[in-house]
């Protein structure tokens, strides 16, 4: 199922008579929501299967935190998570995850650490923390990299695309 968000422009009677005394006005809110898939899901090439790529920045590597925008992650990442698991990242909590490196496909390195993990960025954008992998990995500002959530195994999956060499 997709995930959305849902605005509250209109606000209910209730809310306009407890605002009332107060002098506030009613915020417009938004709200987390599945919606049924009007078109599906997009389909990963097996050959290719790095659904979200970017070249990474200076700020990525040195903050350890790796950048996703908003519509990669509802698109390419949340369509695959449970509303909770969601909403959880929305609310601004840390959502602890593993991410394999298949850079050097014959021996690919598994990370899970406290330095792992997925949360809100400012301004509607998503960070992954990476610093175990961007740090082992040598990462240089503009490396383009790939990136995919593997639904099968509940893991980021991870590829050095082109870039310095590794190590």
């Known amino acids: 199922m997709k995930k959305t ?31 049924r898939d009007l078109y599906p899901a997009p389909v990963k090439d097996p050959m290719n299967p790095w659904q979200i790529k970017k070249a990474a920045t200076s700020t990525d590597i040195l903050t350890g935190k790796l950048m996703l925008l908003h ?43 406290e330095n792992i993990y997925f949360e809100k960025g400012p301004q509607d954008t998503f960070l992954l923390g990476w610093m175990d992998l961007a740090r082992k990995a040598n990462m240089n500002p503009e490396d383009e990299i790939g990136l995919y959530w593997e639904n099968k195994s509940g893991t980021f999956q991870f590829k050095r695309i082109n870039g310095s060499c590794r190590r």
Do not use: Q
């Open 5 to 35: 968000y849902y605005y509250n422009f209109i606000s209910t009677k209730a809310e306009e008579d407890a605002a009332k005394p107060n002098g506030a006005t009613f915020p417009a809110g938004r709200v987390l929501v599945e919606i």
């Open 71 to 113: 519509n990669d992650v509802f698109e390419y990442i949340f369509r695959h998570w449970s509303l909770e698991m969601c909403s959880c990242v929305v609310a601004g909590h840390k959502v602890y995850a593993v991410i394999w490196d298949l850079t050097d496909e014959s021996s690919p390195i598994r990370y899970h650490s």
